[in-house]
């Protein structure tokens, strides 16, 4: 996972959470630097190995954490993926949601409807900005379609237009910090097993259940074999015997 923080271009980069906020994401994902340091040993020599080929990541699909992807900031994680070049990759986790209430986190909002929402967490890079996807048949000033109906915008102007506009069924979800990656790495993190790459649909990216959506998507874990390796120096059982 990169540390890179550079903004995509289609970002309004005014559009910040407030500081008393940041920590309520980073709280259950600290030691940022210890963790990503953590999650490359286990890119490039942990135990997990993919058991057949993964289908190649794109934008608009989800990766889906492997039941093996132990580390804080991913484990049981659905990233949405925004942007898949040659440059590396850049994707939003859509099934963790934080306590922070918008219209608090992004002071912007308030008298807006921001009160109706709650922040989500991202991912571990630039959680002092914000993006935000919704789900409309009408093109946003500022979007960029994403999948099916779906648009992904970080202007602020068209957020606050959006709570204001709409009622409680509005389909939105606001994102503190993003997942990156540079190039080569989310394929190395694919390769060793760590990621799943599975067609994405609008109305699993809005399941209010992110743990549910992780669960029904992860597939199930590899069966072990029944075997065991023999050894002539050691009393083992095979169990054909």
């Known amino acids: ?25 980073r709280r259950r994902h600290r030691g940022g630097l210890a963790l990503l340091l953590l999650f490359a040993s286990f890119v490039s020599g942990g135990p997990v190995e993919a058991q057949e080929p993964e289908p190649a990541p794109a934008a608009g699909m989800f990766l889906v ?3 093996d992807l ?10 949405l ?17 934080t306590e922070a209430v918008l219209s608090d986190a992004i002071p912007a909002t308030k008298g807006h409807g921001g009160d109706r929402h709650h922040l989500h967490f991202g991912g571990p890079v630039s959680v002092q900005s914000v993006l935000y996807i ?8 500022s979007g960029v379609s994403v999948l099916e109906d779906l648009q992904v915008s970080g202007h602020l102007s068209s957020l606050q237009a959006l709570l204001a506009d709409s009622a409680d069924a509005v389909e939105l979800k606001v994102f503190a910090g993003y997942s990156g990656w540079a190039p080569g790495q989310l394929e190395a993190e694919i390769q060793r097993g760590g990621w799943h790459v599975m067609p994405a649909s609008a109305e699993q990216v809005f399941e209010p259940d992110g743990e549910r959506l992780w669960r029904d998507l992860a597939p199930p874990p590899a069966p072990l074999s029944a075997r065991l390796t023999y050894h002539d120096d050691h009393d083992f059982i095979r169990p054909d015997r």
């Not at 990169?2 to 994401?25: I, K, L």
């Not at 919704?134 to 000033?141: F, G, N």
């Open 1 to 25: 996972m990169s540390s890179n923080s550079t903004w995509p271009e289609w970002a309004d980069a005014s559009t910040s959470v407030a500081a008393a906020h940041r920590p309520q994401c």
């Open 65 to 67: 954490a492997s039941r």
């Open 70 to 79: 132990q580390v804080p900031f991913f484990t049981r994680s659905v990233i």
């Open 81 to 97: 993926l925004l942007q898949y070049d040659r440059s590396g990759a850049m994707g939003l986790i859509v099934n963790r949601p």
């Open 134 to 141: 919704t789900r409309s048949s009408e093109a946003l000033p």
